[in-house]
């Protein structure tokens, strides 16, 4: 993200960062929570994520050289850095704040935006959704990955009472952020649930685990509606589902061609190929 271009000497502008408050003689200011926005493909604009404790710089600045920041050929420089540790990115589904960008005073064109006119009302509400979000959210979501081991509960009461709690800790988290959930878990569709909001709707296949460890074994439909629906498709599996219920969501990422979870654990699987066979 850089500043506009002046009209007059078609240079990189500057920030303003009086306008976040600095005094007209300061070349950065921090700790400021800096917050990013990117287009849904299904339309409309939404927080992905933020840095926190960050420094805003008054100019641009060039990318060290080593650091590869390039697009379409060009290098790319910065105008804030925070740490590792106080950098946010939200995942897919936890993308659910909307931001305005049609009518006075919203985003527009721009890539810099403050939203800080007191006497709009839609600035104060949204400024006030972000810092919520911010200081609410948890302070390590890496979560800890889990060894593979086989499949499968042999006791079939307690596997379905393992299914219900996986269904109802998918159902929990999507409703939390704002999505309207449907079961179709008798429709066979290849999903067990559908989760709305506003034009995204993901189908969500939910495995349920009584331990720790993530294997999980799809049905032919389930694998086909997989793999033909990458981008809206989610598989949902909760490990420790009757003690501790720990929701690790799969979905797949275009940029490096596997599926992976919200703390990037990547999606290993194994396609097995079977037969009946019979003899006159």
Same mark, same amino acid.
């Given at each position: 993200?850089?500043?506009?271009?002046?009209?007059?000497?078609?240079?990189?502008?500057?920030?303003?960062?009086?306008?976040?408050?600095?005094?007209?003689?300061?070349?950065?200011? =921090?700790?400021?929570?800096?917050?990013?926005?990117?287009?849904?493909?299904?339309?409309?604009?939404?927080?992905?994520?933020?840095?926190?404790?960050? %420094?805003?710089? +008054?100019?641009?600045?060039?990318?060290?050289?080593?650091?590869?920041?390039?697009?379409?050929?060009?290098?790319?420089?910065?105008?804030?850095?925070?740490?590792?540790?106080?950098?946010?990115?939200?995942?897919?589904?936890?993308?659910?704040?909307? !931001?305005?960008?049609?009518?006075? &005073?919203?985003?527009?064109?721009?890539?810099?935006? #403050?939203?800080?006119?007191?006497?709009?009302?839609?600035?104060?509400?949204?400024?006030?959704?972000?810092?919520?979000?911010? !200081?609410?959210?948890?302070?390590?979501? =890496?979560?800890?990955?889990?060894? #593979?081991?086989?499949?499968?509960?042999?006791?079939?009461?307690?596997?379905?009472?393992?299914?219900?709690?996986?269904?109802?800790?998918?159902?929990?988290?999507?409703?939390?952020?704002? #999505?309207?959930?449907?079961?179709?878990?008798?429709?066979?569709?290849?999903?067990?649930?559908?989760?709305?909001?506003?034009?995204?709707?993901?189908? +969500?296949? !939910?495995?349920?685990?009584?331990?720790?460890?993530?294997?999980?074994?799809?049905?032919?439909?389930?694998?086909?509606?997989?793999?033909?629906?990458?981008?809206?498709?989610?598989?949902? %599996?909760?490990? *420790?589902? +009757?003690?501790?219920?720990?929701?690790?969501?799969? *979905?797949?990422?275009?940029?490096? &061609?596997?599926?992976?979870?919200?703390?990037?654990?990547?999606? %290993?699987?194994?396609? +097995?190929?079977?037969?009946?066979?019979?003899?006159?």
């Amino acid at each position: 993200v850089m500043p506009g271009k002046s009209p007059s000497s078609g240079e990189l502008a500057k920030v303003n960062l009086q306008r976040i408050g600095a005094s007209g003689t300061d070349e950065s200011l =921090s700790p400021v929570i800096v917050v990013w926005v990117a287009t849904s493909l299904e339309g409309g604009a939404y927080v992905v994520g933020w840095y926190r404790n960050a %420094i805003v710089f +008054l100019r641009p600045h060039d990318s060290p050289p080593d650091s590869q920041r390039e697009c379409q050929g060009e290098a790319v420089g910065y105008i804030t850095t925070a740490k590792e540790a106080d950098a946010v990115l939200l995942p897919k589904d936890e993308r659910v704040i909307p !931001v305005p960008q049609r009518g006075k &005073g919203s985003f527009g064109q721009s890539n810099l935006w #403050y939203a800080d006119d007191p006497d709009n009302p839609e600035h104060r509400n949204l400024r006030q959704t972000v810092l919520d979000a911010v !200081v609410n959210y948890p302070a390590n979501k =890496s979560g800890k990955k889990k060894p #593979y081991s086989k499949p499968k509960q042999p006791d079939v009461l307690l596997r379905q009472r393992v299914e219900k709690s996986a269904i109802n800790t998918a159902t929990q988290y999507y409703t939390q952020h704002g #999505y309207e959930v449907k079961s179709v878990e008798q429709d066979n569709v290849g999903w067990d649930l559908e989760a709305t909001l506003d034009k995204r709707k993901l189908k +969500l296949e !939910v495995k349920g685990l009584s331990g720790e460890s993530i294997n999980v074994e799809l049905t032919p439909n389930e694998y086909e509606k997989m793999n033909a629906n990458q981008e809206h498709y989610r598989l949902c %599996i909760v490990t *420790s589902a +009757l003690k501790s219920p720990e929701l690790s969501i799969f *979905s797949y990422n275009n940029e490096c &061609g596997y599926w992976e979870s919200q703390s990037g654990q990547e999606l %290993i699987r194994l396609e +097995l190929v079977s037969a009946r066979c019979t003899a006159n």
